[in-house]
């Protein structure tokens, strides 16, 4: 019975940023909030509105990138190639560039193995993918226990495997971020690229999460 596979690949990369030890703050992070508290009581920014600009960043324009791209992977069998050998270039072509220094790997998940997306040591995250990180994907207990349960984090998420599947941990660094690409859910043959593209959730980009099935979108 194969098992998971806790291999991280850190290749010595420095963790520079978003530093996210338990529940305190990073000096950035407390460097943003002075910011921001400063530029609100002077009347120049009004925190609702960057409360509903985070969150569709997060919810909405960040996922909608990624749900494209794998919808495009789904559909097109030579961009899907193009994405699994060089994830940053393929992107690029439909405008979708990393920061400086970052390079993109996808990671497909098959019937044999499933891929998940962690960063044991802080918080890095394929942004212009999939948006602002979720809030459990930088806590401390998900960081640690990705690692160490993968499966029992699965079940969490209501993702139960069999168990002859085996689970493959990424850990994500500074220079280098995963994206998922889910396996593409059965029924869906006929649907085009914007169709597929509703199937696909930050979750299982992540791969803390599954595709969603066709009878699960209107």
């Known amino acids: ?13 420095h963790h520079d940023h978003d530093h996210d030890h338990g529940s305190e703050l990073s000096e950035m992070q407390l460097r943003v909030r002075a910011l921001e508290t400063v530029l609100t009581e002077k009347g120049y920014i009004d925190p609702a509105a960057i409360d509903r600009i985070i969150e569709a960043y997060e919810t909405k324009i960040g996922p909608h990138n990624g749900a494209r791209i794998i919808a495009k992977a789904w559909a097109d069998p030579a961009f899907k190639q193009a994405l699994l050998e060089d994830a940053s270039a393929a992107i690029a072509k439909f405008g979708h560039v990393s920061r400086v220094g970052d390079h993109l790997i ?20 394929p942004w212009e993918m999939l948006g602002l990180p979720p809030v459990w994907y930088k806590a401390a207990p998900y960081r640690s226990r990705a690692v160490n349960d993968p499966r029992g984090v699965l079940k969490d ?16 660094t500074a220079e280098t971020r995963f994206i998922v690409l889910p396996m593409r859910p059965p029924g869906t043959e006929s649907w085009n690229e914007e169709k597929l593209a509703e199937l696909v959730t930050r979750d299982s980009m992540i791969g803390t999460g599954l595709a969603k099935l066709p009878g699960e979108v209107a």
């Open 1 to 13: 019975m194969a098992g998971p596979d806790h291999t991280h690949d850190h290749h010595d990369h």
């Open 106 to 125: 996808a990671v497909e998940n098959t019937p044999q193995t499933h891929n998940m997306i962690v960063c044991t040591l802080c918080s890095c995250y």
């Open 157 to 172: 998420f209501g993702v139960t495997l069999p168990e002859d599947t085996k689970i493959r941990v990424w850990d994500s």
